[in-house]
Nanobody, 116 residues
């Protein structure tokens, strides 16, 4: 089992920045890619960014150039630096970790609200 705890959400004005963190514990040696997803009210949960253990990254088109995902394998933590935030970025952000055997683990989510 893997436990994920997110932090760093909050309320920010448009154009501002936030940094999300997700700390993993438990069977961390089994973790392979980690990522961030978000879900706005009434919408499906969508991928924001993902990073492999080796550091390869992939981003949703809507956040490219504004968000940066990074990972500290020694501290079992993944980060999401969010710059130039827009009201459309308002959502609950979830951390995700996938294990080597294909299991999917989720954090509890952290609210990000961007005011116009």
């Amino acid at each position: 089992q893997v436990q994920l705890v997110e932090s760093g959400g909050g309320l920010v004005q448009a154009g501002g920045s936030l940094r999300l963190s997700c700390a993993a514990s438990g069977s961390i040696s089994s973790i392979r890619p980690m990522g961030w997803y978000r879900q706005a009210p009434g919408k499906q949960r969508d991928l924001v960014a993902v990073i492999t253990r080796a550091g390869s990254t992939n981003y949703a088109d809507s956040v490219k150039g504004r968000f940066t995902i990074s990972r500290d394998n020694a501290k079992n933590t993944v980060f999401l630096q969010m710059n130039s935030l827009k009201p459309d970025d308002t959502a609950i952000y979830y951390c995700d970790a996938k294990s080597i055997v294909g299991s999917d683990y989720w954090g509890q989510g952290t609210q990000v609200t961007v005011s116009s």
